[in-house]
């Protein structure tokens, strides 16, 4: 059959259909949820590799939805940046899987609040499937309408799975999380009615091709970015973030900061340099990355200030998103490497790093029941692979060589100098400084041991909570060193060149 | 013409009063029907482009879908909206203490 | 707490100032909309075009069911995530209030819903060539589900929790099984084969329209059912 050539486009639906499937049966069904999830996460990391393959091989695809051809249909598309993301969110989710089924087994274990445990393990697998469909969906649509449902579709269950752990304070997150994603969305939708009246078309490509640079245009993407950057979190606009992020269960809180948020991101990015470039004057770039360099101060400090764990990583999501857009203004530079590459590694090392050190942060939380800064010592002692990936993971939030971080801020930083823009660069040198500060302040709790401290025995589950962390912290730390395979993808995934050799093939 | 204009300067004026209640407002139930007043805006305006002036009594059937689409979003939403408030009204009777343990300020919880 | 006074009250100056700044928006968003009149989209001729191969009549319900049928199957997976989200909140809270419902709202519920029925299957019927489908036949069932759980009427209350899920499920699996049958068969995703549009449509709407009805009435209802009876043991 041509469906299963490996040529064929029709690849591409699975990343969005298999965990689809994955979530209805893991509602249907109340036992062996955790073996539907695992067999759709490890499905979807085998499909987008073999998707992966055929950028390499055939360049960009596409794939049109009911066969019908793109004024008409919806089209997914395939390039460089997409597969990256498809990467990212395959290879962290498969980890926060494994790490979510430790987590719940382990509240499970304990037989005071068995019950509820259980409940909420029951909740989060469809959720997290339904949420990792729609992160597919996203990072391959190609059309303008589709990346709203499928932005819905992730701001629902992001914001139910936020309320998951039952607390009022996480309830009171998830509740502002909500209203804050619909009010995106809605905004987003607005842009879109402006765009559908002056163009009358909702396909991406075709809008690339069509936009002119008129007043309908331009205001429907400033509403989309507005609504965008508040589902972003950028600066001003982040006030939601570190409650919904501190306070949700600890395999949520590793999902929403290393996926979530990066999808809408994504798309910002997409319609900025993608689509309407020709919109987009050099001010405004200006204006996003004052509002990035805000954010990386204003984040880094306020992490600086927290006494708890998780509230601090939660804040550092917010500085470290500030460095994506401190990319912006740099985009014009000519001759350097191209901004895709430099906001792609940045985000794929934060994705990693992040999402390790909330896992080992949830961890720190189980063992010791609670996570203040001041009350860790000991830790290293008894969970010494956690507090391992926690450091590693650090290293690579600080931008240390030879973490995929410092590649990130190498770029940043030749970039901006490059440019003759000094100031990003001492914007993100400071950064990186005062996340070493922040980082370095729960490190040197964690590696003392204060003296008559009696080992703890170690609980069975322990193997499945510690491990996905630090594999994913050693994934961030060496993506610096593998840095040409990514940049690689990248290429291939943007020259036509690779388009021209497969309209040569039968 | 002018229908079109009327309709979609009425979507407009509701998408604004919705949003002006939403940042004045701190009470749950009125942030979530001032959300609802601007999602019935932003539908009104985009079926109001629904309507071709060239063709007589033609519609353009993609903003129909849309809109469609956007009114199940906004139930399905609201629906958990509601649920969820009413769950913080039951939670933080019984236990409101638990608020300031997580380092948020109890007055602008919901702002 | 200043929640209720000051609603009544005259703005301070930070809603004074929110005001201007959103009146200012309107106007120029206005000004927007009044100096860009809308083009004739591309997308309408092409609809037109093609309508006859799509299976159906009615052009929303082509567009939505054919054309644009990803985008349906991806927002019939949103109403679900409402459930689910809800489920996980919370139980289902329902006081009964036994005698004092009105013998009239019963005897009136006890007609009106059979009819409302009715009305949903003529509605997905006549989606297929006139103004209707899933969306709307399923929120006609959902209100008579409305209807049903305040009457106290013991047809929602007595389905086992079992059931109740596979009928939310129903609905979005039997799409995504379409969906995939038409990727084996033709190999596009919801890429109807010639002449199967017109019956698979139907079949997926009428699966869509109970799992729509059913998802509107269970979140009314507001929370997961109890363990294996549903509501009945509520105080």
Not at chain 1, 263 to 287: A, D, K, V
Not at chain 2, 18 to 30: E, K, Q, V
Request: with cysteine; net charge positive; hydrophobic share 55%.
């Amino acid at each position: 059959m041509t469906v299963f050539q490996f040529s064929s486009p029709a690849w591409m639906v699975c990343p969005v259909i298999l965990p689809l499937i994955a979530g209805l049966l893991c509602f249907l069904f109340s036992h062996r949820t955790f073996a539907i999830a695992l067999a759709a996460a490890l499905t979807n990391l085998l499909v987008v590799c073999l998707l992966t393959g055929q950028l390499l091989v055939f360049g960009p695809m596409r794939c049109h939805m009911g066969g019908w051809q793109p004024p008409l249909g919806i089209t997914l598309r395939t390039d460089g940046p997409a597969l990256l993301m498809l990467l990212m969110t395959a290879v962290t989710g498969l980890a926060i899987t494994l790490y979510a089924r430790g987590y719940f087994s382990y509240r499970i274990s304990d037989p005071r609040r068995a019950g509820r445990h259980q409940r909420q393990q029951r909740y989060f697998w469809p959720l997290w499937m339904l949420l990792l469909a729609g992160l597919n969906g996203l990072f391959l649509s190609n059309d303008v309408f589709n990346v709203y449902v499928t932005l819905e579709l992730i701001g629902i269950s992001a914001a139910s799975l936020a309320a998951l752990s039952g607390k009022p304070a996480s309830l009171l997150a998830s509740f502002r999380y909500l209203l804050v994603s619909l009010l995106g969305s809605l905004t987003y939708l607005f842009g879109i009615v402006f765009l559908y009246r002056s163009n009358g078309v909702l396909d991406l490509g075709l809008l690339q091709n069509l936009a002119a640079n008129g007043l309908g245009i331009r205001t429907a993407l400033v509403l989309m970015s507005v609504g965008l950057l508040l589902k972003t979190a950028l600066f001003p606009l982040h006030f939601w973030l570190p409650p919904a992020h501190a306070n949700a269960l600890a395999p949520v809180s590793a999902i929403l900061s290393a996926l979530v948020v990066k999808g809408s991101f994504y798309m910002l990015f997409r319609f900025w340099f993608e689509i309407f470039p020709s919109t987009i004057t050099q001010p405004t770039l200006n204006f996003m990355g004052t509002l990035g360099a805000v954010a990386v101060l204003w984040g880094a400090v306020q992490a600086i200030r927290q006494h708890r764990l998780k509230l601090m990583v939660a804040y550092s999501t917010v500085s470290q998103l500030g460095y994506l857009f401190i990319a912006f203004p740099l985009a014009r530079v000519d001759g350097g490497i191209p901004v895709w590459s430099i906001v792609i590694f940045i985000a794929l090392a934060h994705a990693c790093a992040k999402s390790a050190m909330f896992m080992a942060a949830g961890t720190v939380f189980l063992h010791l029941g609670h996570d203040r800064i001041k009350d860790l010592s000991g830790v290293r002692a008894s969970l010494p692979i956690t507090v391992f990936a926690y450091g590693i993971a650090g290293v690579s939030l600080m931008g240390l060589p030879p973490s995929g971080g410092f590649v990130g801020k190498w770029l940043l930083l030749t970039a901006s100098l490059g440019s003759s823009q000094w100031w990003w660069a001492l914007v993100v040198i400071t950064g990186s400084l005062l996340a070493s500060i922040y980082v370095f302040r729960v490190m040197s709790r964690l590696f003392v041991i204060p003296e008559g401290f009696s080992l703890k025995k170690s609980e069975p589950h322990f193997r499945l909570l510690e491990w996905p962390a630090l594999a994913l912290a050693l994934i961030s730390l060496f993506l610096g060193l593998a840095a040409s395979w990514p940049l690689h993808i990248l290429v291939h995934g943007t020259t036509t060149l690779a388009q021209v050799f497969v309209g040569g093939l039968p | 013409m002018i229908t079109t204009l009327i309709y979609s300067l009425t979507g407009l004026i509701l998408f604004g009063m919705g949003f002006f209640t939403l940042i004045i407002h701190s009470h749950p139930l009125r942030k979530i029907l001032a959300v609802n007043v601007m999602s019935t805006g932003v539908f009104l305006i985009l079926v109001a482009t629904a309507y071709i002036p060239l063709g007589e009594g033609e519609i353009d059937p993609v903003p129909h879908a849309m809109v469609l689409t956007g009114i199940v979003v906004s139930v399905s939403v609201t629906a958990l909206a509601l649920i969820l408030a009413c769950r913080i009204q039951e939670t933080s009777n019984s236990s409101l203490p638990g608020r300031k343990q997580q380092g948020e300020v109890p007055e602008e919880s919901i702002r | 707490m200043s929640r209720t006074g000051k609603s009544h009250k005259r703005l301070d100056g930070f809603q004074r100032l929110l005001l201007l700044l959103v009146i200012c928006m309107v106007m120029l968003l206005g000004y927007i909309i009044w100096s860009t009149p809308g083009s004739k989209p591309v997308l309408t001729d092409a609809v037109a075009q093609m309508q006859e191969y799509s299976g159906v009549e009615s052009p929303v319900t082509a567009v939505l069911l054919n054309f644009r049928g990803y985008d349906t199957l991806l927002e019939v997976m949103v109403l679900l995530l409402a459930v689910i989200g809800t489920w996980s909140l919370t139980e289902a809270f329902f006081p009964v209030q036994g005698s004092e419902i009105s013998p009239v709202q019963m005897g009136a519920v006890r007609l009106l819903a059979p009819v409302m029925c009715l009305v949903a299957a003529y509605l997905v019927w006549q989606g297929s060539h006139l103004a209707g489908g899933a969306f709307q036949g399923g929120a006609i069932l959902g209100a008579a589900g409305v209807l049903v759980l305040v009457t106290e009427l013991p047809g929602l209350r007595t389905i086992p929790v079992l059931s109740l899920r596979i009928g939310l499920v129903l609905g979005p699996l039997l799409f995504t099984g379409t969906a995939l049958f038409c990727l084996f068969i033709t190999g596009d995703l919801l890429g109807y084969p010639k002449g199967a549009g017109g019956w698979m449509i139907l079949l997926v709407e009428t699966g869509c329209a109970v799992s729509i009805g059913l998802t509107l009435a269970l979140l009314f209802a507001g929370g997961r059912p109890d363990k294996e009876s549903i509501w009945k043991n509520n105080p």
